[in-house]
């Protein structure tokens, strides 16, 4: 198989971040994903008709009532937030940490797009380029 060139179905290793989030993309015929710091800033986005300032905006602002969500309720911790639109399109945000840096990667999908493999599987890659960076 050629680099770049994702087989169906698997993630194959590429080095940078907007690589890993291409490729999943691709693969999962998602319509945008951003990977989004604690704070908010995007960190590694990929070209789509969404804009990525703001979608790591408000996944920043959903991670912080989460938060207080945790607090209020005595919640253990939340690794992926769902929302829903109406026509069953799915913004999707998992929480890890790579190194010691909180990161939050959220996507969008389609109508019953299936996507926890997937991003699972850019976790882990993401999580193994994170540690390679100086």
């Known amino acids: 198989m050629r680099e770049g060139t994702p087989q169906q179905g ?6 940078s971040l907007s690589r890993i ?24 986005s990929v070209f789509s008709p969404f804009d990525a300032e703001a979608m790591a905006a ?20 939340v690794d992926e937030v769902s929302v829903v639109q109406g026509d069953k399109m799915r913004l999707i945000c998992r929480y890890f940490v790579a190194g010691n840096e909180e990161l939050i990667l959220a996507v969008i999908a389609p109508p019953r797009q299936t996507y926890r493999r997937l991003t699972n599987q850019a976790v882990r890659r993401i999580k193994a380029a994170w540690a390679e960076f100086p």
């Open 21 to 44: 989030l291409q490729e999943m993309n691709d693969i999962g015929r998602f319509k945008a994903s951003v990977l989004v710091s604690a704070d908010g800033l995007p960190l590694s």
């Open 10 to 15: 698997v993630l194959t290793e590429q080095p």
């Open 58 to 77: 408000m996944v920043a602002l959903l991670k912080n009532a989460i938060q207080q969500a945790r607090e209020g309720i005595r919640l253990d911790e």
